[in-house]
């Protein structure tokens, strides 16, 4: 499991407290511990509940964004974030008073907080592309053996004659002079706690501390263009309807050097015709006739790995149910199938010839559902059918 947060949870990094809470909800039960058979599911658990506690808090998500991931824990165990050392949330100076002595390693923090005095250039800084996602529809089938299919989406990649920079590789370059070639432009303010600057990426420039005097006219300086990729997708057996499949480094490129996004592929199952699924178990309603029901038969029930047989005890009702061990879905990355539930129904015929009538009006003159009938009436019956 990815130690970034948003990875943790899949989800981009523009998204929004709603999709977040919703993806922890779904890693939780996922991952566990009471539930969950993954022999790391404690410690997987315990970085989602920490992911979701950060990027649901504005003031330490912002944190988290602007100071990267292990930069960010090193803050917190130093108690740049949680009050650690005397300290109140959210004044990292700790409750000492002032920014006199004993500040000790908060400069950094503070530094890194607000990319301020030396802290690099945020708009040159690699950063990870954007999470791209898109649909994939199976049928019950595919999802039942596990398969190979191909997804079509159209997304951003660099632009190949410019290799992602904007710019023709010859186009004239001169320093920018909104920030000197900085990338960035500093503001001070003043604070309770004294002068407090706070730098930001150049607007004019956009962080590359250098303007051109050409743009790529292919990409128009945006150094990507949209193309159409068809990828490979491998389908897990057992896969459910919802379930959203992860292909790392397939998703939007990513800035300044830095790793493409994933791509998230949510499956959609279609219903099948007859058999119908609820989790790894499947159900079916499977029709026969009154004398199967009465006297016992061996039938024939469709499964998704084919043709098995089923016995149907005498004296049968209609609407019970079997269930054939086995026979459902395969269980995603677990071992083991689901079971097939059989209910039968007796079909009553809308027709019957004259063998038939004469016997079933024997059936009933003898007593009908009260009367005990010997052996060879029900015979009678049997072969009139």
Known sequence: ?????????????????????????????????????????????????????????????????????DRFEQAEKRGGFDGGGGGQRGNPFGG????????????????????????????????????????????????????????????????????????????????????????QTTTVQQTPFGRMQQTQTCRRCGGDGELYSETCSTCGGDGQVRNEATLSVDIPAGIRDGQSLRMEREGAPGENGGPNGDLLIEIQITDHETLRREGDDLYVQLPISFPQAAFGATVDVETLDGTVEMDVPEGTQSG?????????????????QGDLYVQVQVVTPESLNKEQKAALEQFAEAGGDEVEVKEGFFEKIKNSF
Do not use: W
């Open 96 to 183: 000492g008073g002032g920014m006199g002595g004993g500040m000790g390693g908060f400069e950094d923090i503070f530094n890194n907080l607000f990319n301020g005095g030396g802290g690099g250039q945020r708009g040159n800084r690699p950063q990870k592309g954007a999470d791209l996602r898109t649909r994939l529809t199976l049928d019950l089938e595919d999802a039942y053996e596990g398969v190979e299919k191909q997804v079509t989406v159209t997304r951003p990649e660099a632009c190949p004659d410019c290799d992602g920079k904007g710019h023709p590789a010859d186009a004239d370059v001169e320093t920018c002079p909104e920030c000197n070639g900085q990338g």
């Open 320 to 336: 019970e149910t079997f269930r054939l061990k086995g026979k459902g879905m395969p269980r995603l990355q677990r071992r083991g």
């Open 1 to 69: 499991m990815s130690e970034d947060f948003y990875d943790v949870l899949g989800v981009s990094r523009d998204a929004d407290e709603d999709e977040i809470k919703k993806a922890y909800r779904k890693k939780a039960t996922e991952y566990h511990p009471d539930v969950s058979d993954d022999p790391n599911a404690e410690e997987k658990f315990k970085k989602v509940k920490k992911a979701k506690e950060v990027l649901t808090d504005e003031e330490k998500r912002s944190a988290y964004d602007r100071m990267g991931h």
